[in-house]
């Protein structure tokens, strides 16, 4: 049956080797992020077989999957209040920037006789989450002084929000900001997180500060390049996913629609360029299922026409062979393709070696 997701485990172990060799070569601990596969056991155990000692999620749903593969576990998503006991139950560290929540993970932690690590996040500029640099000082000494508690470290998240990229200057503030920690308290920090996958580039061209030794890495790994500057990373591949899903009309059809236009099914107006008569193929998958603009043919002459909830609408005039009804067709996938594909109980999941 399709719609289906065809997983290349040979594919990611080659990405996950090569990336965490790559890292461990500069100092850099890597927090291996599962969340883009919802954590599937299949892909997170290729990951710790590949040496990976840390495991991160942005749900509590995805951590507690992870639990049996026995690798620390991190929790990416600032905690909510209603999710305390899930967090100190599945991870043993999560990132933080608000006092009230770091007091409750405290109680809660010290209630179950745990100790929790936080990492304090700070906002250089891109405007998701992180506290204002000032208020980390302060903030650091409060995590110290609160039982059920370890200061794990300080990090930071860029190219999110605002596509603030990393630099020379905002990683040199947060190595600074680590250093100003470590001496007001007298403490070492074990993490200096750096950021996520658009980090790699100024690691690979040696340009962090020394001070920085951890990166948090999804999409680099899953598919072979880095997210700054879209490179491709060495040795690495982008076929770790293919997506297939089977055509069940093919027809020529007009490229414009007959009668009154109104509204298409998701309260849209369609506009129409004309184009003739062009082969048309229905494909069994929606939107309930994939990003269908995520989706890139095998055959470079396929093209998206359009969809609803459940069928996608592909041109198939300058396709690159004869197709019929029945056939499927394989796509690569962008990162919201993969994270829709995992997310839908309709997309099947095949492992492959
Ligand atoms: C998702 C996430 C990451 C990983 O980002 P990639 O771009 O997939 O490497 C890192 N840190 C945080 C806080 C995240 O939410």
Do not use: W
Not at 207 to 217: A, F, G, H
Not at 333 to 350: E, H, N, P, R
């Amino acid at each position: 049956m399709y719609p289906r997701v065809v997983v290349n485990k040979k594919s990611l172990r080659q990405n996950h080797k090569i990336l965490l060799e790559e890292a461990a070569r500069r100092g850099i601990s890597v927090f291996v992020v599962t969340k883009v596969y919802t954590a599937d056991l299949e892909i997170a155990k290729i990951a710790a077989e590949c040496g990976a000692e840390f495991l991160a999620d942005s749900r509590t749903e995805n951590l507690k999957k992870l639990g049996s593969l026995n690798k620390k576990r991190v929790l990416l998503r600032l905690p909510q209040h209603s999710e305390i006991r899930e967090v100190i139950d599945h991870s043993e560290i999560s990132l933080n920037s608000e006092i009230s929540t770091i007091k409750m993970l405290g109680r809660q932690a010290a209630a179950q006789d745990k100790t929790h690590g936080i990492i304090l996040m700070v906002d250089l500029g891109d405007l998701r989450e992180g506290m204002a640099p000032a208020d980390i000082p302060e903030a650091a000494r409060t995590v110290l002084n609160t039982e059920g508690l370890a200061l794990e470290g300080i990090g930071v998240n860029l190219t999110c929000y605002g596509g603030v990229l990393p630099s020379k200057e905002n990683m040199q503030q947060l190595a600074d900001l680590a250093e100003q920690i470590e001496t007001e308290n007298n403490i070492k920090l074990n993490f200096v997180s750096g950021g996520n996958s658009s980090s790699i580039s100024i690691m690979m061209d040696g340009d962090l500060p020394s001070k920085i030794n951890n990166l948090r890495l999804g999409e680099s790994l899953v598919r072979g390049r880095e997210t700054a500057y879209l490179k491709d990373i060495p040795g690495m591949t982008d076929d770790c996913f293919t997506f297939e899903a089977e055509i069940i009309e093919l027809k020529e059809k007009p490229s414009v629609p007959t009668g009154i236009i109104g509204f298409d099914a998701f309260g849209n107006k369609p506009e129409f360029n004309d184009r003739g008569m062009r082969l048309r193929a229905i494909v069994a998958v929606g939107k309930q299922d994939i990003k269908q603009d995520g989706l890139f043919s095998y055959d470079s002459g396929i093209k998206l026409i359009g969809g609803s909830s459940d069928h996608t609408i592909f041109d198939l005039t300058d396709a690159g062979r004869q197709y019929k009804v029945g056939d499927i067709l394989k796509f690569k996938m962008d990162y919201g393709a993969i994270l829709q594909a995992f997310t839908s109980g309709y997309v099947k999941k095949i492992y492959q070696d």
